[in-house]
């Protein structure tokens, strides 16, 4: 380690101008620039050094200083710090330079930093609306401090224009946003010339909810709900983030029994979403049998839930601090039976579906993500490790009691439909693994910490959590008297939703539920 | 082959194998509710629409189609689209963005039709009540029937509710 000079370094032997803000601490170092240096250092950063683009967003200083300051937020392989470039719109300048065409990664977050703050994004290849959808009026950027939470704006007339491809036999088939099956909100447009998919357009934000402005409403310490409902299957991934952003600015140090018991309901959540993802891969190739029996045992381990936390959505568990409530040693036994159980019982399951040749026929080679795309896409979590990305939050920036339960990343690189399956199959016995070994060995003691001290207004905690899809990141701004100054979530579905129009080209349309079955992405935690 | 016989064999029947709903489910029906509901006696097609939930209250919808729920055996059937449908099963407060499509969702639908707001969100918006891109609830923008509770309520109280429409007056 001591060899090989830290990116820290290596950015400042390149760039020797630059010199990191006060302590940063936390495993981040930041710098400040202005807008000329900006795109430079992060296209430097992005290329050479390798560093993913994890979170760009912007916050509004008022009513205490009149400025807007955006972040970009740059990760880097295990036992790297954070880098973080922040640079400062003051007063009424509402323009930035886009770092798009260099960092494809960006393109969604410059467009929401435009519709929710009314920055704009020079040099952006696409201006259209993202979250705002047309019916919004002009000039309404609902994040800005001067525009009250509960006020529902007026509608006016307008239309989204989507990328048309013109030619002999192209059509338009347009999906949703109510879709067939017991699916959220979302709208596809495919261009085809007969049956393969010439291009695919995701239009979303259908369930914007206005999650970051509630945030904004709340004490931090009362805003575990909220985040328990940013997206209902990730209940534990995003509660588990938003209280360690909290726990940092209220300096609660976690006992370490309550640490081990939010890696136990952490592993529980992804066992019950992945046996699920698993049977509805199978079910949209028409296989109906393997669907049944993951649906038999996610509904097993829904149940485990509830006899274990009063929720089949481990909801209500999660407290700054720790957790609300204690599980006991035969609680515990319980779960382990349980969970040997099933994985007794998926393993049987997992022969059944590896043996049969017409299910793997269908599923190679179906809907490919490359290395090259997911990685410029900055994509994550269970679709990046299916196409050779290698990151887990839970290996690269132990949280939670991964410190001391190493985890073993599963790693496929053919980035197919088959590939995004096998991930989640080993991820599973992986959980089971962990979960024995959180029974062997969990400490006792108490399960929540108290607060040391009140945080400073404008103090702020970044806190990254592998949640079943991926890696989740909160940034908790901390207000007036505990209030939350800003709160931006980061669903791993945010980065990933663009990658899927790349994957499903020249793939058939009813490949498509397939291939977007095996993304599995959040609807909801992507919209907000 | 025979290692998915075995495995069938080995697993038997999980039909019923959950805990009963604990809490009445919902709000005793309404005698015109009732009446209107009788038309679908032991046929019941229901088409789902998301308005902006977080996606648990779907989670639990689709538990219902799986082996222990089985919400087929009664009758109860899925549609894939809402000109097929019976009733209208609707979560989330309604977001600024979907209020459109749940109107043109609930006209497409042909008379007579139920619509039930299940989940706490779609009752009285939840959490997200008053925010500015919430519109909701659901009553605000359509006539509804049947309301179930819950945050999101457990498939055994849904399954109650649902089969609770088919009981005759």
């Known amino acids: 380690m001591t060899d090989v000079p830290s990116i820290a370094q290596q950015l400042q032997t390149a760039f020797p101008v630059l010199a990191p803000a006060s302590p940063s601490g936390n495993g981040m170092v930041q710098y400040r620039l202005d807008q000329a240096q900006l795109p430079e250092i992060a296209r430097h950063l992005h290329h050479q050094l390798h560093g993913r683009l ?5 916050v509004d200083g008022r009513p205490f200083e009149e400025t807007h300051e955006l972040h970009y937020l740059f990760a880097f392989g295990t036992g790297q710090p954070w880098i973080l ?3 400062k719109l003051a007063g009424q300048n509402r323009l930035f330079t886009s770092i798009t065409p260099s960092i494809h990664a960006a393109q969604w977050y410059e467009r929401e930093i435009r519709d929710l703050f009314g920055l704009i994004p020079q040099g952006h290849p696409d201006l259209r609306r993202l979250v705002r959808h047309e019916h919004w009026p002009k000039g309404t950027h609902p994040l ?16 989204y224009r989507f990328r048309h491809i013109e030619g002999e036999g192209v059509f338009e088939v347009p999906v949703g946003p109510i879709h067939a099956g017991i699916i959220e909100a979302g709208h596809f447009r495919f261009s085809v010339a007969g049956e393969p998919i010439m291009q695919l357009e995701v239009r979303h934000f259908w369930k914007h909810r206005g999650i970051e402005k509630l945030f904004e409403q709340q004490r931090l310490t009362a805003a575990v709900p909220l985040a328990e409902r940013v997206s209902g299957d990730t209940t534990v991934g995003h509660s588990l983030a938003y209280c360690q952003a909290v726990e940092t600015l209220l300096g609660i140090d976690v006992p370490r029994r309550a640490r081990y018991l939010r890696s136990l309901l952490l592993e529980l959540e ?4 992945h046996l699920g993802d698993v049977g509805g891969i199978c079910n949209d190739t028409a296989y109906a049998l393997p669907h049944a029996h993951c649906g038999r045992m996610k509904e097993r381990l829904m149940q485990l839930n509830d006899r274990l936390t009063g929720s089949r959505f481990l909801r209500g568990v999660m407290c700054a601090g720790g ?9 515990i036994d319980d ?5 040997n159980r099933i994985e007794a019982d998926f393993s049987e399951l997992e022969s059944i579906i590896v043996a049969n040749a017409s299910l793997t026929d269908r599923l190679e080679a179906t809907g490919v993500l490359t290395k090259r795309t997911a990685w410029d896409h900055g994509v994550m979590g269970v679709v990046g490790r299916a196409s050779g990305i290698d990151q887990d939050v839970r290996r690269d920036r132990p949280f939670a009691a991964y410190d001391e339960l190493p985890v073993n990343v599963a790693l496929y690189r053919y980035g197919d439909v088959r590939a995004r399956m096998r991930v989640r199959m080993d991820e599973i016995h992986e959980s089971i693994r962990l979960i024995r070994e959180i029974r062997r060995t969990i400490p006792t003691g108490p399960i929540a910490g108290e607060p040391a001290h009140q945080p400073q207004q404008g103090e702020w905690a970044l806190s990254a959590v592998e949640g079943w899809r991926g890696e989740i990141l909160y940034v908790v701004i901390a207000g007036e008297n505990g209030q939350i100054h800003r709160c931006k979530v980061r669903d791993p579905s945010f980065a990933n939703w663009p990658a899927i129009q790349w994957a499903v080209i020249g793939n058939i349309i009813p490949d498509f539920p397939l291939i977007n079955k095996s993304f599995n ?3 909801a935690g992507n919209d907000l | 082959m025979f290692r998915i016989l075995k495995k069938s064999l080995k697993t038997g029947v999980v039909t019923g194998q959950h805990p009963q709903a604990i809490q009445p489910s919902s709000e005793p029906l309404a005698p015109e509710v009732r009446k209107k509901a009788s038309a679908f006696n032991r046929s019941l097609t229901i088409r789902e629409v998301d308005t902006g939930s977080c996606n648990a209250c779907e989670m639990e919808m689709n538990a219902l189609t799986n082996p222990v729920y089985d919400i087929e055996r009664f009758g109860i059937h899925i549609a894939a689209s809402p000109r097929h449908a019976d009733a209208l099963v609707v979560t989330g407060p309604v977001t600024v963005n979907m209020e459109k499509a749940l109107k043109d969702v609930h006209r497409q639908t042909p008379d007579p039709k139920l619509v039930i707001a299940l989940g706490d969100c779609a009752i009285n918006c939840g959490l997200f009540k008053g925010s500015y891109a919430v519109t909701g609830p659901v009553d605000r923008l359509i006539p509804v029937d049947i309301r179930i509770p819950g945050c999101p309520p457990r498939p055994a109280d849904i399954l109650k509710a649902l089969t609770d429409i088919q009981e005759r007056p």
């Open chain 1, 270 to 273: 992804r066992l019950h979403n």
């Open chain 1, 144 to 159: 800005e401090k001067t525009v009250p939470w509960n006020t529902v704006m007026e509608r006016q007339q307008g239309e």
């Open chain 1, 85 to 87: 470039l922040t640079s």
């Open chain 1, 54 to 58: 994890a979170l760009l967003f912007s």
């Open chain 1, 521 to 523: 992405l959040s609807y």
């Open chain 1, 323 to 331: 957790v609300t409530r204690d599980v006991s040693a035969g609680q």
């Open chain 1, 335 to 339: 779960t382990v039976n349980e969970v």
